[in-house]
């Protein structure tokens, strides 16, 4: 490697050194040159249909192999992704965001160039990147700009959150240093505080004199970087165990002592007893905004619970500070003594409900959110990618039960609807560099597989071309139920201003580029879905396909929706 390189060159390789393959964005006079680095690189441009998009498909790739990256332009382009960065920020998605902006000699001169609010200043799209940010670099000197990058990146790795990062036109080409690129950008080292060492001998003495021990998995637990460690002591203990929607996927569904999602006072009455029941739940990263702790009836009871976050663990009423998720998760385990630790018959049923299943009396009915999630889950498979929208999908995805090694992706805090089209790109690429690379499980093929619905898809179809002309490996169930069915379901339930204009849907494949033979299907009843389940065009885990699924606009999932409805229609017959 020569001693110095230019600037743009310092920074995707760095991306490229942390194992992102793909940069999203789209392209804007103050980023050209910028972007001429990138294949160079060894990165692959992926170009998305707007910034918002490729932000929303930056996130899903960063959930998948852990960091993503995009690229836009100085003003209007990164106000149309910050809706996406400040998503990412919520749920903890590491995302680099690259943004071009003009030369040092316009800016110092406050030149009145356009994608500005023509007033000279250039500081104001830095500001409000700040709160959806953990770190914010502004390249403008080659004597610090690779310190300043590598910084960036490391907060970004460290916090599991975005970064913003500034490249003027005239500094994309500055020969920087390229020392620091001899090794990788290092983590900072754990130090034990002067009470780390209590604290884990308390969690092993709570966890070794538990009677009934349980543990709960939430959505954080990935961004804490303890997905594996969370595992094996899933696994070594036998405890049961639940994820909340947040984390979904982070649980192998398949071992007998996972239970699924656990769904606070609209779970089962069995499971609800046990929860409460017991002397111990360790949570493991835990993110319990209402709408994923099921209006705040899942999170457990503070003096039985013990709750592992991103740099601090709290037990009872106090908060113990500065003691690392990983770096505690991994004392534990080393330290646990399994045969101090319950090992108990369980004396009572804690499986998912029951669910309706299909009969060939049923062919010629409507299908029904009961019965479609059963009926859809028996087409997933090992390695898939689930993935449901905010509104009906998201909450009627967390009825199936996934395969060894598939993950989940439920729309849980930001809920910006159109999301999951722009982050079923990002996965779905990111899934197929992993393939490529060995690096997924040892599988050979697996397919995206995303649930939205109408009103969601009109938000952000653009995206499908950039699907197709990449030949991802997408699947997606387009739910039909004329408008946005979750937003009745709060308020509105016969207004108009929760109707969508009534697309011709299975036509969009075609206006995106896909090629003729391309699988669409449309299914209205029981026995066209029971048909469409098996047929082997469907199930082929190669190639873009998409189904309509046509449902009664007032029809939801059990659950929160479900309550809501009733609560609304019970308002109304009082009134």
């Not at 040092?104 to 994608?115: A, F, L, P």
């Not at 690096?439 to 995206?463: C, H, N, P």
């Not at 946005?484 to 494949?509: C, F, M, S």
């Not at 469907?538 to 009733?566: C, H, S, T, Y």
Request: aromatic share 8%.
């Amino acid at each position: 490697m020569p001693d110095t390189i230019q600037l743009a060159e310092y920074l995707f390789t760095r991306l490229r050194q942390l194992g992102i393959g793909a940069v999203h964005g789209v392209p804007g006079d103050f980023n050209l040159t910028l972007l001429d680095y990138v294949v160079p690189a060894g990165l692959q441009w992926v170009g998305n249909a707007n910034e918002l998009n490729a932000g929303y498909a930056a996130d899903g790739y960063a959930r998948i192999k852990g960091i993503g990256a995009l690229v836009t332009t100085f003003g209007v382009g990164e106000l149309s992704a910050i809706n996406a960065i400040a998503g990412a920020y919520a749920e903890r998605a590491a995302v680099v965001h690259i943004v071009g902006t003009p030369d040092r000699s316009t800016q110092d001169s406050r030149r009145r160039v356009h994608h500005t609010f023509n007033d000279g200043e250039f500081g104001r799209f830095a500001q409000m990147a700040v709160p959806v940010t953990v770190a914010q670099v502004d390249l403008k000197d080659p004597r610090t700009s690779p310190e300043h990058i590598d910084h960036a990146l490391t907060q970004c790795l460290l916090h599991s959150r975005p970064v913003y990062i500034q490249v003027p036109v005239d500094m994309v080409s500055a020969p920087v240093s390229a020392e620091r690129l001899r090794s990788n950008i290092p983590l900072p080292i754990t130090e034990p505080t002067a009470y780390t060492n209590e604290v884990i001998d308390t969690i092993l003495a709570r966890l070794h004199e538990a009677k009934q021990p349980t543990i709960l998995v939430d959505g954080e637990t990935r961004g804490c970087g303890i997905v594996e460690p969370v595992r094996r002591l899933v696994e070594t203990t036998g405890w049961p165990s639940w994820t909340t929607g947040f984390g979904w996927g982070l649980l192998d569904e398949t071992l007998p002592n996972v239970h699924g999602i656990y769904r606070g006072r609209f779970d089962t009455p069995t499971v609800q007893t046990f929860i409460q029941g017991s002397d111990l739940v360790l949570c493991f990263g835990p993110h319990f905004s209402t709408t994923n702790s099921y209006v705040s009836t899942s999170v457990p009871k503070a003096e039985t619970a013990i709750f592992i976050s991103h740099t601090e663990i709290r037990i009872g009423d106090k908060t113990f500070r500065d003691i690392p998720a990983r770096f505690a998760l991994n004392q534990i385990l080393e330290k646990l003594n399994p045969s101090k630790a319950t090992s108990y018959p369980l004396s009572v049923d804690l499986s998912r409900p029951r669910l309706e299943s299909y009969s060939e009396a049923l062919k010629d009915r409507p299908i029904t959110q009961a019965l479609f999630w059963p009926m859809i889950s028996r087409i997933l498979q090992q390695g898939d990618i689930v993935m449901g929208e905010t509104g009906s999908a998201s909450y009627g995805c967390r009825e199936m039960t996934l395969p060894k090694h598939a993950r989940g992706f439920v729309s849980v805090t930001w809920l910006s609807i159109g999301y999951m089209l722009g982050a079923a790109q990002g996965a779905a690429l990111a899934q197929r560099e992993l393939i490529k690379s060995n690096l997924y499980d040892g599988i050979k093929s697996a397919r995206t597989i995303l649930f939205i619905g109408d009103g969601s898809f009109q938000m952000t179809v653009q995206e499908l071309g950039t699907i197709i002309r990449h030949n991802l490996d997408v699947t997606v169930f387009l739910i039909n139920n004329d408008g946005y069915t979750i937003e009745r379901v709060i308020h509105g339930l016969k207004q108009g201003y929760n109707d969508v204009a009534a697309w011709r849907y299975l036509q969009a494949p075609g206006f995106f580029g896909a090629k003729e033979d391309t699988f669409t299907a449309r299914v209205a009843t029981l026995g066209e879905l029971q048909d469409l389940v098996a047929a082997e065009a469907l199930n082929k885990v190669e190639g873009f396909k998409m189904v309509e699924v046509i449902m009664d606009r007032e029809d939801v999932p059990a659950g929160p929706l479900q309550w809501l409805l009733q609560t609304q229609l019970s308002t109304k017959t009082k009134a």
